[in-house]
């Protein structure tokens, strides 16, 4: 999880969203996966939104217990 960076950007005029799952460290970048869900995609999946928000919380939490800086 240290090295590794979501994003959501969005939502454009028409609705769609940025979706951006990368990994790797900035000395050696690794890969990247970005989707581009349509609004209705987005509407229709409430539970997306749920669990990207999970998956940013976990890689926050994630990078601050690497750091030394996460809860005991």
């Known amino acids: 999880m240290r090295h ?3 994003s959501v950007t969005g939502p454009d005029r028409k609705g ?3 979706v951006t799952i990368a ?3 900035p000395d ?3 890969g990247s996966l970005t989707w581009h869900p349509t609004a209705a995609e987005w509407e229709a999946s409430p539970e997306l939104a749920a669990l990207l928000a999970a998956v940013l919380e976990a890689v926050r939490a994630g990078g601050d217990s690497a750091s ?3 809860p005991a």
Do not use: I, K, N, V
């Open 16 to 18: 769609r969203r940025t």
């Open 23 to 25: 990994h790797g460290r």
């Open 28 to 30: 050696a970048p690794g």
């Open 68 to 70: 030394g800086r996460g």
């Open 4 to 6: 590794l960076q979501l």
